[in-house]
């Protein structure tokens, strides 16, 4: 039999909640979302905005998204107009993905809305702390 310290049990408990408070952030966020788009969508057009053009394997690798979800996401920010599908001058056998004026429009409702959201959950939460849960946050990225 197992012994389960207690560091086993406090990792487990974290795991626990970091997805608790996950999910209640998207899920608020969801909730009144005011573009429509997923919050993966977001994230590929401030990737496109932040930093111009992008294969959409660049994508899939930034993101850990499938190249197969990276297609679905995609097809659907060009199909209403978010963003462009490019040919490579380059190389014509390679495609890059562009924002348009209505995905820049669009991201800055969206962040905007994303950020006012934050604000409110962590409303309560000191200062002092969140910055202890972003260097702590940053260190688990780091690694």
């Known amino acids: 039999m197992a012994i389960i310290t207690d560091r086993t049990k406090d990792l487990l408990k974290a795991q626990t909640l970091f997805f608790d408070v996950y999910k209640k952030w998207n899920n608020e966020i969801s909730k009144h979302n005011p573009t429509e788009l997923s919050f993966n969508h977001h994230q590929i057009l401030k990737i496109l905005q932040d930093r111009g053009p992008q294969q959409p394997s660049a994508l899939s690798e930034e993101l850990q998204i499938t190249t197969g979800g990276i297609t679905g996401l995609t097809s659907k920010l060009v199909k209403e107009g978010y963003a462009n599908r490019v040919f490579n001058e380059k190389d014509r056998r390679t495609v890059i993905l562009e924002i348009t004026d209505l995905g820049r429009d669009t991201l800055s ?13 962590l409303r309560e939460v000191p200062s002092s702390d969140i910055r202890e849960l972003r260097r702590i946050l940053e260190l688990i990225l780091s690694k």
Do not use: C, P, V
């Open 109 to 121: 409702i969206a962040l905007q809305y994303r950020d006012k959201m934050t604000k409110q959950l």
